[in-house]
């Protein structure tokens, strides 16, 4: 029988080194599954996945990850039942406004991206205020994708660019992909070198389409209030012994 063990902190510290791996995106998904697992509340569910998250924001500090971005609701989420929308939009802002100052203090440079229009007046200052408190780190950038959509994200784009073109501030001839890019939330951001998708489904689910061209992605069937520090470094581990060949080879 082989045992698949997670290597350990250093070593996966010195993976991510090696790897170079700077950007690991993760698509959160089974609290609901995990909740009903064990005959629990989504809710449960969802307040367990804060726990995973809290330790994988740990995790990617201590091993030297650069950019964190986790996928927390999405632009599709609003069609859930009503009272489990409103639940989650309370739990994200208890959770960001809760863990700002300690985040804070481990260096950790929070950025909400998604289109926060519809969002109430009291959680986007609630988002504004641990982006403007956090906005000097860099020990871990961490993104937390909210109303999230990565076809909605590149139509925004597209209607910026038009806009641009049209009062004159860019240059049509001057489009390509880095312009592209520059008007995504992720701007300035390096692309995902890593995907993890929990939960076992084996899709995208509208995350980060133009961004993760040639991401690397790994899924495993742990639920995500079942994923920690392990499981992320039994990811970074099998990422490091893929051969990126970017379409050249």
């Known amino acids: ?72 609701f999405s632009t599709e989420n609003w069609g859930r039942k009503k009272e489990e929308v409103q639940f989650l939009m309370f739990l994200l802002k208890e959770t960001i406004k809760n863990e700002t100052n300690e985040l804070n203090e481990k260096g950790v440079r929070i950025r909400i991206i998604g289109d926060l229009n519809p969002l109430n007046a009291d959680l986007k200052e609630t988002f504004a205020e641990a982006e403007n408190i956090t906005k000097d780190n860099d020990t871990l950038n961490l993104q937390v994708a909210i109303n999230y959509g990565a076809r909605n994200e ?47 489904e084996q899709r995208i689910s509208n995350y980060l389409l133009w961004q993760i061209a040639y991401t690397e992605i790994y899924v495993t069937e742990l639920f995500w209030p079942e994923f920690g520090e392990e499981e992320l470094s039994r990811a970074i581990s099998e990422f490091s012994a893929r051969q990126r060949r970017f379409g050249k080879d």
Request: no cysteine; glycine share 6%; aromatic share 6%.
């Open 1 to 72: 029988m082989t045992i698949n063990l997670a290597p350990s902190a250093e070593i996966t510290k010195d993976i991510i080194k090696n790897a170079d791996i700077q950007h690991v995106a993760i698509i959160m998904d089974g609290n609901r599954r995990w909740a009903q697992s064990k005959h629990l509340p989504s809710v449960a569910g969802h307040n367990e996945g804060v726990k995973s998250l809290k330790q994988t924001v740990q995790a990617a500090i201590d091993f030297g990850i650069k950019y964190l971005t986790v996928y927390a």
């Open 154 to 200: 590149i139509t925004n784009a597209v209607k910026n660019i038009v806009s641009a073109v049209q009062t004159g501030d860019l240059n049509p001839e001057n489009i390509n992909e880095d312009v592209i890019s520059n008007y995504l939330y992720t701007s300035n951001i390096p692309d995902p070198d890593l995907l993890i998708r929990t939960g076992g």
